[in-house]
């Protein structure tokens, strides 16, 4: 990575501060792997950092102005995640290395302004919490889906971006924060995973990616729940909500067009290719296309 | 509870909501907002399709039989609009150019007025003016009507429908579709029509390949150009089959294109625009014939007909210009087309042509008479178009044309090449402008117009060193 003095500075208070959100150490070593340095650097920018009293001079905790510092590049990070996801057309997979780039560039003035203009988000796409201009946040909440034994169900708040090959995994199969999944069955090394009436099967390694917290009390999960897009033609549904993986100006179109909780939609003319398929929508036939129809929730009606 | 207790207490609070809370709170209040509205708003009419119109859905947008009702649809209203216009189109040649011209002549012999001032009125600006409106209007007038009715009556939403997943793949919008067979009529008003495309990205593609549709003024060119010189080639029972089927590989290369460019751009330069999808199937409904045929013939053919002529009036006073206007005894044309005689061998083309479409950028339809005009200029040839430098005019049969082109060195590569880079090069200026009205960004109206010219300079380039390679080297 070829990066310059202040970039590297503060990619290393942003990885010491995820190491203190987390609750785990940091090192030297951890560091040099993170950043891809050779160790003589690492030395050399911790002696830095120490100078400039951003790291305490014995141990890996960051200062107050050092922590401060970093809650600002994280709070910059996150929101413009954030802002990539809401308003923008960019692929989930370039989010991160592009944030990683910005982030730095972006003055508290910017992120101010970046914040007000995204109507102040708590939580970036990946469920991560946006440190405020105050540098609150939150108490890490959840522990990892791979510590749950099987017919436990829950709710995700988070899912770790990287790598990215395994997190596709998880965003093809339309997993998001705040999705209601169960565990159906644990085997050896994978687990049978059940959302909106779909099936997967996960690699421990992969679902080790999914943070999860307990239903809250009454909840349950709801077996009768599922997607818009496994409505055959001529069956009737009520839309119970739409997944939040239908972000921004899409959001706001289908909202527009009735899909809202409560509305009932029937199928009614599919493309012989299988998408877009027509829904009735409030007395109109809409045509949505087979990922859009992914991340609409609903429950089929009985005729 | 002290003020600052209260806003601790909040932002604690604050953290302790779901993650989609705001998502969910705007969906509750469009959900509550339906519910008051059904509650409060009867509706008359049916609620639900009648069977006559589920079965008319299905025939239409079925697997076998929804392609050839639309290529039979598309078909028809190209063949009314080409054999319905040839007619009007020779009225008004007739009144315009053969006796409005020589009538505007002789007017301004007998008022005596200089002969530049002339030359620049009525050869340049009012000769043009006159070629645009023959040749642009009729087709317009039927095509736009036409289409129109598809529209009102609802099956063109269909065709975007059954072409939704092929436009997918590249990253497009189904009514792509719509907007690239409007473009068929004429470009400007294809651009026009990509405001049904609500999804940013989507209609910025649209905007931007809108110009591989075969538009009414580049039609001409082609069937000209496969009838000269592409039907001669075979034998004569099946010269016209050979032409038509050239002229319709060029514009099926035009579709190719689109699909092409339109997966480059969203994978490329538009990658971050942001994008959406939904296409509304209307119920069908009998089109109004009276609203049909005012709002297309005021909203889309006269708009984009004065458009054309604003443009194309200055593009006459500027190419009788430079036709007359002498450096060390050339004109100006001469030393462009000897510049550009280099440039033009490269891609199969020469510097007669290229200066026919650097003057001719305000209408395609020009490009023609204006290639002809130059042609006798340079070669001085005699027994066709003897009005004089500047002045445009019209092959009077196919072997006249074909005579004077071969004098001029034209051969069957300069047509072949020609017929490519009249479907790839830059837009009219009456589009570039629409494009500019539309997009109100510089860069997208600079991609728009320069990505077709690199297209049409790349695929000439290599038409013209491949048949060379084989054909050898002349």
């Known amino acids: ?303 | 509870m002290k003020p600052e207790e209260i806003v601790e207490r909040a932002s604690e609070l604050r953290w302790k909501l779901p993650q989609d809370y705001h998502d969910r709170w705007v969906e509750s209040i469009y959900a509550e907002s339906g519910r008051i509205a059904s509650r409060n708003v009867e509706q008359q009419g049916k609620g639900h399709r009648l069977t006559w119109e589920r079965r008319l859905d299905s025939l239409l947008t079925n697997r076998w039989t929804g392609m050839p009702i639309m290529v039979f649809m598309l078909a028809t209203v190209l063949w009314l609009t080409i054999e319905g216009a040839n007619l009007p189109s020779g009225w008004l040649a007739t009144i315009l150019v053969e006796n409005g011209h020589p009538f505007l002549k002789g007017l301004a012999d007998s008022a005596h007025l200089p002969w530049w001032l002339s030359g620049v009125l009525i050869d340049g600006l009012y000769l043009t003016m006159a070629w645009v409106i023959s040749v642009m209007l009729p087709p317009m007038a039927i095509f736009f009507p036409l289409f129109t009715i598809l529209e009102d009556f609802g099956y063109l939403p269909r065709v975007a429908f059954n072409l939704d997943h092929l436009f997918q793949r590249v990253g497009a919008h189904g009514k792509q579709a719509l907007t690239m067979s409007m473009g068929w009529g004429c470009n400007a008003a294809g651009i026009v029509a990509t405001r049904v495309i609500d999804s940013p990205r989507e209609r910025l593609i649209a905007i931007i390949t809108n110009n591989f549709a075969l538009c009414n003024g580049r039609w001409p060119t082609q069937i000209l150009l496969a009838t000269v010189f592409l039907g001669v080639l075979a034998p004569p029972a099946i010269a016209g089959l050979v032409s038509a089927g050239a002229v319709l590989g060029v514009a099926l290369l035009g579709v190719m294109l689109t699909f092409l460019s339109s997966w480059i751009l969203s994978r490329t330069v538009l990658k971050g625009e942001t994008s959406t999808f939904t296409l509304e199937l209307p119920p069908f409904r009998p089109p109004n014939l009276l609203r049909t045929l005012y709002t297309s013939l005021i909203d889309r053919t006269l708009i984009v007909l004065w458009r054309a002529i604003v443009f194309a009036a200055p593009a006459g006073v500027v190419l009788w210009s430079i036709c007359n206007i002498q450096l060390d005894n050339t004109s100006l044309a001469q030393w462009m087309i000897n510049i550009l005689n280099g440039p033009g061998w490269l891609i199969g083309l020469n510097g007669v042509i290229l200066v026919a479409y650097i003057v001719a950028i305000p209408a395609n339809e020009i490009v023609v008479p204006t290639v002809l005009m130059l042609t006798v200029m340079t070669t001085g040839v005699t027994g066709v178009g003897e009005q004089g430098a500047g002045v445009m005019f019209d092959a009077s049969g196919d072997s006249a044309l074909a005579l004077l082109l071969n004098t001029a060195g034209w051969t069957t590569l300069t047509a072949v090449c020609l017929m490519l880079f009249s479907l790839c090069h830059n837009p009219c200026s009456t589009t570039i402008y629409t494009i500019w009205k539309e997009t109100k960004s510089l860069k997208w109206t600079l991609v728009s117009t320069l990505m077709p010219v690199v297209f049409g300079i790349v695929i000439c380039g290599f038409v013209a060193f491949f048949w060379r390679m084989f054909t050898g080297w002349s």
């Open chain 1, 1 to 303: 990575m070829d990066m310059n003095e202040q970039t590297l500075i503060q990619h290393t208070l942003k990885f010491l501060a995820e190491c203190e959100y987390e609750g785990l150490s940091a090192s030297a070593e951890t560091i040099a792997g993170k950043l891809t340095l050779p160790p003589g650097q690492v030395d050399q920018l911790l002696q830095d950092l120490r100078e400039a009293e951003l790291l305490e001079v014995d141990c890996f905790e960051l200062t107050a102005s050092g922590r401060e510092y970093a809650l600002h590049v994280l709070q910059a990070h996150r929101l413009y995640e954030t802002y990539l996801a809401r308003k923008t057309g960019l692929p989930e997979s370039v989010w991160h290395k592009l944030a990683d780039e910005r982030e730095h560039a972006l003055s508290k003035d910017d992120v101010k302004k970046l914040a007000e203009e995204l109507g102040h988000p708590r939580f970036d796409p990946h469920g991560d919490p946006i440190p405020t201009s105050t540098g609150e946040m939150p108490v890490k909440r959840g522990k990892s889906l791979v510590e749950y034994p099987a017919n436990w169900a829950g709710r995700v708040v988070h899912i770790e971006d990287e790598p990215s090959n395994l997190y596709s995994r998880i965003a093809e199969a339309g997993i998001t924060t705040d999705t209601v999944l169960r565990i159906e069955r644990r085997n050896e090394n994978e687990m049978h995973i059940r959302v909106e009436g779909e099936a997967f099967i996960f690699h421990d390694t992969v679902a080790a990616q999914i943070t999860v917290v307990e239903l809250e009390a009454g909840e349950t999960y709801d077996d009768s729940v599922e997607r818009l897009s496994s409505l055959r033609i001529g069956e009737k549904a009520e839309i119970i909500g739409m997944s939040s993986l239908c972000r921004g100006l899409e959001r706001n179109r289908l909202l527009d067009l009735g899909v809202v909780p409560g509305t009932v939609t029937t199928a009614e003319l599919m493309n012989p290719s299988g998408s877009p398929v027509g829904y009735r929508l409030r007395g109109a036939c809409i045509a949505l296309r087979k990922q859009q129809a992914d991340h609409i929730r609903i429950r089929k009606v009985r005729q």
